[in-house]
């Protein structure tokens, strides 16, 4: 792994940490269903979001940009083809992955599950 594929792994789990710190400082420190909880809405927000991320990088939006577009940049791109076609390029050089999200988003809802075992 390179040093920027150690760093995303860190962001997703400062992520996730600062969700179940959250969630801890506001239900409290008292119970176990509350750490329960902490862990698992961490993995669940992070899984969700890395599937976001998964879905914007695919070109879903393309449409709804493409749109926007058309009304803000004034003929800036002939066809919603033209439009794809660049945002697909200028993706497939942007570095970024949704993975270190649904990695961590699971380990946080493993940690969770073995917390309800305990």
Known sequence: MTV???KRYAVAFLI??????????TRGFDLKIYYVDAFSVA???????GLFVWIVRAGIFDT????FSTLYDHGK???LYEYS????????????????LLVMGLGFLGI??????V
């Not at 996730?16 to 400082?25: C, E, Q, R, S, Y």
């Not at 993995?43 to 979001?49: D, K, N, Q, T």
């Not at 709804?64 to 749109?67: A, L």
């Open 112 to 117: 969770s599950l073995l917390i309800t075992a």
């Open 64 to 67: 709804v940009g493409y749109g």
């Open 4 to 6: 920027g594929t150690w």
């Open 43 to 49: 993995g669940a927000v992070s899984i969700l979001l």
């Open 16 to 25: 996730n940490v600062g969700i179940t710190l959250l969630v801890l400082f």
């Open 77 to 79: 791109y002939r066809d």
């Open 85 to 100: 076609s660049r945002k697909k390029e200028k993706r497939s050089r942007q570095r970024g992955s949704f993975l270190p």
